[in-house]
């Protein structure tokens, strides 16, 4: 029997953790007669690479790592047609693994290798950002460049503390951007501090949408922007609200488009499902409605 799931494993992810569990994983799979092939990535990109050369080979690929693993494995996918594009299935083990949490995948490893066996598939949107996609936020102003800029090694030291301390050192560099920005045609501007895209109910693993609020596969998109507070105490008071999913502050919105544009008076430095997105004045989000099959 040749193949039918390809493994794509990220090595250095959640500090190296795939190491005690990539046995058990192949080992289970071929227990439940889903023959593996396995592929290690070296360097940012070669999830990408692996998937688009050879995705439309198999039944499913399913990668460990963290969202920026999933991130690259998306737009392997997104290059192949869609009637060839293969089910795509995640091992989360990243650092805040925000794409699990919306799709509920379980905690344990164990239990999401498990859950993948069952093969349970919905259709989500993708979004396309310049010439890139995501799946769950493109994202840009304050503290929103800290989980790419936080180094490898303190992640695999620290974990979620790194990014908590890298945020304590952006507090001094905080500063909102004029923007105008159209929503499916509605154009208005404002003075931002962090704007984000987002088809999730988990950002950073901190900012927390309730599910009632985000449909993944509705061919919308969540836009979360947070406009210039006045002073220190409402800027705390505002990311208090966040935490605890109250939307009511007059500096937040929260807004549903499928559409979304921007244009900036400088240059903007965004995220792409936590990684690095590029530097852009004027911009676009497109939704892709239902173009992906999840193993969710």
């Known amino acids: 029997m040749s193949p039918n799931t390809m493994l794509i494993v990220n090595p250095v992810s959640g500090k190296g953790k795939i190491k005690n569990h990539l046995l058990d994983a192949v080992k289970a799979f071929a227990e439940g007669g889903i023959p593996v092939s396995v592929f290690v990535t070296e360097k940012r990109g070669d999830a990408t690479l692996f998937t688009e050369k050879y995705g439309r080979d198999f039944e ?130 404002d003075e931002i501090l962090v704007g984000a895209v987002m088809n999730t109910t988990s950002m950073a693993g901190l900012i927390k949408l309730s599910p009632k609020d985000v449909m993944l596969d509705d061919g919308r998109f969540e836009l979360l922007l947070v406009r210039d507070p006045k002073g220190f105490g409402e800027l705390c008071g505002d990311a208090k609200k966040l935490l605890t999913k109250d939307f009511s502050s007059d500096s ?41 099959k999840l193993l969710v």
């Open 60 to 189: 499913r690929v399913i990668c460990t790592g963290g969202d920026g693993t999933l991130n690259e494995v998306m737009n392997g996918v997104m290059a192949i047609p869609f009637e060839e594009r293969p089910k795509i299935g995640y091992i989360p083990l990243g650092t805040t693994n925000d794409m699990a949490v919306s799709f509920g995948l379980p905690k344990s490893t164990k239990d999401v290798i498990a859950h993948l066996k069952a093969d349970s598939v919905r259709a989500v949107d993708v979004g396309q950002f310049d010439d890139r996609y995501f799946g769950y936020v493109s994202a840009f102003g304050a503290f929103t460049n800290i989980p790419y800029a936080t180094s490898q090694k303190a992640k695999r030291t620290w974990g979620y503390l790194a990014y908590l301390g890298g945020a304590a050192g952006a507090l001094k560099d905080i500063k909102p951007v004029h923007a105008e920005i159209t929503c499916d045609g509605e154009t208005f501007e």
């Open 252 to 292: 937040v919105k929260l807004l549903h488009a499928s559409n979304i544009s921007f244009k900036f008076d400088r240059k903007m430095s965004f995220t792409c499902d936590g990684e690095a997105g590029g530097e852009y004045e004027e911009v676009s989000a497109i939704n892709h409605h239902a173009a992906l």
